[in-house]
């Protein structure tokens, strides 16, 4: 990982915002659709984890609790959310990923889903049009009835991990050493093969 990031200019604050996704974004999707909220040992947990995480990414001035942590992501947000070609860029292809997992005849419906799971300022930001007020209230009403719905099945009696499950990106799995940019990962490969 630290090889990837470090061909390019990457500002520490950028680092931190994108760690500070890796936390919050998973708990506020889970406090807001999932079968229960997440209990503070799970807040923690999430925290701790990826702050070490960042450290051994050598990012700096992490702050130093959950909530410190939170309260800059929001001043993050509002001080530097505003559309860019390159936030565009990566948004699209974010998009385009999620919606290659489905029958493209699905496509514009993803696509539209995605647009109505985000905020005002994240639609301003990737450029994406804004959806009806309706979709969103529809959409996030049918994924808060799915939370309802999972809390009164029966509790699993195997623990069941994403690692588990078939990865889409990956359908027919992947090295390590061959994750990255695929120019950097080329370039790397013809400099071990070089290598004495």
Not at 35 to 40: D, F, Q, Y
């Amino acid at each position: 990982m630290n090889w990837a990031h470090g061909h390019f200019k990457i500002s520490n604050d950028d680092f931190l915002y994108v760690l500070s996704t890796f936390i919050f974004q998973p708990v506020h999707w889970i406090d807001a659709f999932g079968w229960r909220k997440t209990s503070r040992n799970e807040q923690l947990g999430y925290y701790y984890f990826w702050r070490e995480v960042g450290k051994r990414m050598g990012i700096q001035d992490i702050p130093p609790s959950y909530e410190a942590f939170e309260q800059w992501t929001g001043a993050y947000e509002r001080d530097h959310f505003r559309f860019a070609e390159t936030n565009q860029r990566v948004g699209t292809s974010t998009r385009d990923l999620f919606a290659a997992w489905f029958p493209r005849i699905f496509t514009p419906i993803v696509r539209y889903s995605i647009y109505a799971m985000l905020d005002d300022s994240m639609i301003a930001a990737f450029g994406f049009p804004k959806p009806l007020p309706l979709t969103r209230r529809l959409l996030r009403a049918s994924l808060k009835l799915r939370g309802a719905f999972v809390r009164w099945l029966p509790p699993r009696r195997e623990p069941h991990f994403f690692t588990d499950s078939r990865n889409r990106t990956y359908p027919n799995g992947y090295r390590i050493r061959e994750l990255g940019p695929p120019r950097l990962v080329a370039a790397e490969q013809r400099r071990t093969q070089e290598t004495p």
